[in-house]
């Protein structure tokens, strides 16, 4: 006898539980996905008011002219006006007071390089904030070399003809830079200690009296940032002999590095932009990762380009490493120098 028929009707509510069970399984992971996103959605929309980047140095400068780059494309970015809110005075210390105690309802950041966020505090007993604990580093854009440039009414066109001569000069050994305290002063003093040539440092009141100076004979030797001096050795009308970088600046690949030179010594400065310690850390992500991808867009490299200016492409833990290890590289220096404002 064959077995009986089994009823259909009767495996049917089991089937359909299973599917059921299987469906509903699968709803409840496409509407946590779905909430997930929406939820991410809602977190990225967060910045719809105007951003603020305040510089601490007048318009026209380099930190100036990356802000306004960086800037242009932000907004874009963001599809919110970004304003560029220049507040100079005390070598950028000021504006580093204010942004510091920024509510966190606001967006703002502040773009910085080593001479404020590096040497004030360590020379500066009334700086007022802490790079460290008033501060979050949210992406470092650019660097840029310091260049060891002279006179062209000093007899000398190599590094190692240059040191001969300060030996031989120590009372004539004067070596100007744009601003006493700043990170082309400590690299002159770095350069000395290095090659064991006393040297005296004359700090000025910025490039422009340096550089007329230089180029006039009125003071022999320089140190200043490559943006600024390569232009005029270009034109023949002084003589970079060396440049910091570890390798050769694409902006004057014919002058060797220190340590092509023979010195082995390198250096270099940055921009970074920072954000208050009071923004929420979402936030500083997401601007972060905006702004690595504006670092990242050919038309932005090629504006820094442009402007005698290397960009750099960063996250957020990678500039925190490289703020670590150049606080550990320049401390010393500043501190060891005896500066006193």
Sequence with gaps: MLPPLSNPASRTPTLTRRRLAGLLAVAGLATAFTTGAAAQQQQQAKIDTPVH???????????????RIVGDKLSSRLGVPVVVDNKPGAGGRLAAQQVKTTPASQNVLMLANPAVMVVAPL????NNYDPERDFVPVSYVNDYNFALAVSPTLPVRELNHLLAWMRANPNQANVGVP????LPHFFGLMVGEKAKVQTQVIGYRGSAPLLNDLIGGQVPIAVDTEDVVIPQHAAGKLRILALSGAKRSPFAPNVPTFKEAGLDLSATGWNTFFAPASMPKDKVERLSNIIREVMQDPDTQRKFKDSGMTPVVSTQAQTAAMLKSYRAQWAPVVQKSGYQP
């Design 53 to 67: 980047i305040v510089v601490g140095y007048a318009p026209g400068g380099a930190t100036d002219r990356v802000a």
């Design 123 to 126: 020379v500066f007993k009334d």
């Design 179 to 182: 601003a006493t305290g700043s």
